[in-house]
């Protein structure tokens, strides 16, 4: 299977777990470069749902190593509670699950600022997940933030958060919250460290002698595209890097190692949070959510709906370097009919063939649209691409052809099997 780099090539939540879990039966390790638990990847398997916010999506499958790498930042206690989750649904979780000693912690007053950030901005807000993500990787940037490394080393670690809780209070109480106890934090996540002890490590060498043994890497990503902090719908994006170079800061494994990048896309297009989406359609999203389809794993919010975004996708698969293209939730759409697709943005009387990367202006653009005719059949029994109905054969052709990458993967539903592999 070589090196992959799996990455979503819209705004998340476009079904990588189901696809991660389909590509790891070919891989020996499965490494998550970014994000934190504010990502949600869903895995399905023998009837038993697996949400997984900060472990691989790999962790199921028996004999597979996952790495959570450096580049992802950490609720401890939060990852205590994830893999004590996994062991009650019988995930093995002893020898199979290494986390780097250069992850950033997020803590209780990331949380904190995050929830109050949201709060002060009122429309205006960014919609996060509150999880303290984005306060998390500002200290990181800014050089102040704690790493696994300092938890592993209780008295350092205590120091560190003594001094960051004395300014970040002083932050809290100004904006009305309340101030975070030094002792109930430093006990917890002491607490959590000594039980994710074994499992902490150097992963960067970890993965660097893989490599020179011969294993195969799937490189999970987090998030989509255009939540990606240089590259997605500014300011309403995350506060990593979501697309494929990522893979290479977060994880210490650099691109000439990598042999190619898979991008995962919705047959249609979705968003949780705020920012512009350009296709979204409130009569296909009720639709969907009257099916209870597009609910966010990590939130349970509704999630926006459109149609697909070939204008996007394009971008994405420019940014990304996308080799192959996987198409999930085609099954989504065979009740659906007709279907539109977005070919082209018009802004101010323009043709526009690349969204433009000021959000204000994304969101004033006028998609164009091309209608192309439903299937009105289920695709749930289709295990090859002559099984699908012709129209959705053409559908999946035609969303290909438009994106400019190599079709290789439909799923259409969520166990391992609803696949189809071309």
């Keep these: 299977m070589a090196n992959i780099i799996l990455i979503g090539a819209q705004w998340g939540d476009e ?13 020996d390790i499965i490494v998550r470069s970014q994000g934190g638990n504010n990502a949600g990847h869903t895995v399905v398997h023998r009837g038993v ?121 002083r932050i809290l109480q100004a904006l009305g919250a309340k101030p975070i106890s030094f002792r109930e934090v430093n006990e917890s996540y002491l607490a959590a460290g000594e039980q994710l002890r074994p499992f902490v490590r150097n992963t960067v060498v970890y993965l660097h002698r893989a490599l020179e043994r011969g294993k195969e890497i799937l490189f999970e990503g987090a998030q989509g595209t255009f939540l990606d902090i240089d590259h997605g719908t500014y300011p309403y994006v995350t506060s990593s890097n979501t697309t494929a170079g990522g893979a290479c800061t977060g994880t210490g494994v650099p691109p000439h190692r990598m042999d190619r990048v898979v991008g995962v896309m919705k047959a249609y297009t979705t968003r949780v949070g705020e920012g512009p989406l350009p296709t979204e359609d409130r009569q296909l999203a009720e639709t969907f959510h009257k099916r209870g389809r597009e609910f966010g794993a990590t939130t349970g919010r509704k999630r926006r709906c459109g149609w697909f975004d070939a204008v996007a996708t394009r971008y994405a698969t420019m940014i990304n370097g996308i080799d192959e293209l996987a198409i999930t939730n085609l099954d989504g759409l065979d009740a659906v009919d007709p279907i539109r ?48 109905p012709p129209a959705a054969k053409e559908y999946v052709k035609y969303i290909s052809k438009l994106t400019g990458a190599k079709l290789s993967m439909i799923s259409v539903g969520p166990t391992r099997g609803e696949t189809i592999i071309l």
């Design 15 to 27: 079904g990588k777990g189901k696809i991660i879990d389909v590509l790891t039966a070919k891989a």
């Design 49 to 169: 749902k697996y949400i997984l916010h900060l472990i691989p999506s790999g962790i199921p499958r028996r004999g597979k190593i996952c790495v959570i790498g450096n580049g992802v930042v950490i609720d401890p206690v939060s990852l205590v509670a994830e893999i004590a989750g996994l062991r009650k649904l019988g995930i093995s979780i002893a020898k199979n699950l290494l986390i780097s000693d250069c992850a950033h912690l997020v803590l209780p007053y990331h949380r904190l600022l995050d929830e109050q950030r949201e709060l002060r901005e009122g429309r205006a807000r960014i919609g996060t997940t509150k999880r303290g993500i984005g306060p998390a990787y500002g200290d990181k940037a800014a050089r102040t933030g704690l790493r696994m490394s300092d938890l592993m080393q209780p008295s350092v670690f205590s120091k560190k958060l003594q001094d960051k809780l004395l300014e970040n209070n």
């Design 341 to 388: 697709v977005c070919i082209a943005y018009r802004l101010n009387g323009k043709r526009l063939g690349v969204p433009p990367s000021d959000a204000t202006q994304l969101a004033n653009c006028e998609p164009v649209y091309e209608e192309v005719r439903g299937w009105n059949k289920s695709t749930h029994s289709a295990r090859k691409f002559s099984q699908l």
